[in-house]
């Protein structure tokens, strides 16, 4: 059971190229979320997702878009990076209730982002 | 809205010695969910708790306590005799409502355990 996995752990991107980071769950949570985090900082909501097929914007969605094309899988792509998207990305997914704890967040390791 | 105030940026103590993160959140739900993470120098992001908005009871595991007031919105975490290894930034974060499932992440609290 390796609980939520992140791909890469590290990227350095030029200004203006595109990425995609993968987020994988095998807990079989419904919901799943993509969280920044900058020094200092705690984190901040992106894009988030109730269940497969769906997603909704967090709190700093510009510049981000996602897709949950299958419930195990989260992704946040990078269109034109910038190097205000220098940060630290979270993936973390949770539950949806009955004897499942739809509350507590777990996360995955985290993925660098360097935009240079 | 909701919000959470952590007002400590860094705690600095030495070994052995008890130490508590404060940790006040706003919120207009009757019904809501706080939490502790520790996010180590590795950088990982560690559940600790959740506590319930209907449940005030104060919880301990080993080391670690929390003690939950509703009268003044806070949940409080304390470390007995800290260890270098508690060294970590600590979140509190809150959610709330059957329809939120978004955490609301209080700053950070750094600690740093002095051998």
């Known amino acids: 059971n390796a609980g939520v996995t992140q791909t890469p752990k590290f990227r350095v991107l030029k200004t203006g190229q595109s990425m995609t980071l993968l987020c994988a769950q095998d807990?079989?949570?419904?919901?799943m979320y993509w969280y920044r985090q900058d020094p200092g900082m705690g984190l901040r909501l992106i894009h988030y997702?109730?269940?497969?097929?769906?997603?909704a914007k967090g709190e700093v969605p510009d510049g981000y878009n996602v897709s949950r094309l299958k419930k195990q899988n989260f992704l946040l792509g990078l269109e034109s990076a910038a190097p205000s998207q220098t940060s630290v990305y979270f993936c973390?997914?949770?539950?949806?209730?009955?004897?499942?704890?739809?509350?507590?967040?777990?996360f995955g390791p985290g993925t660098r982002l360097l935009v240079l | 809205a909701q919000k959470v105030t952590q007002a400590q940026t860094e705690i600095s103590v030495v070994e052995k010695e008890d130490v508590t993160l404060d940790c006040v959140y706003e919120t207009r739900d009757t019904t809501y969910y706080l939490f502790w993470y520790k996010q180590p120098p590795s950088g990982e992001l560690v559940f600790l708790i959740r506590r319930n908005s209907f449940d005030e009871q104060n919880e301990i595991s080993g080391r670690y306590s929390w003690n939950f007031q509703k009268s003044t919105s806070s949940f409080n975490f304390t470390i007995t005799a800290s260890q270098v290894v508690d060294s970590a930034v600590y979140f509190c974060?809150?959610?709330?409502?059957?329809?939120?499932?978004?955490?609301?992440w209080g700053a950070g609290t750094k600690l740093i355990i002095k051998p």
């Open positions: 997702s109730v269940g497969e097929g769906t997603t």
């Open positions: 974060a809150l959610t709330g409502g059957d329809s939120n499932y978004q955490l609301i």
């Open positions: 807990m079989n949570h419904e919901y």
């Open positions: 973390a997914s949770s539950g949806t209730g009955g004897r499942v704890d739809r509350w507590t967040q777990y």
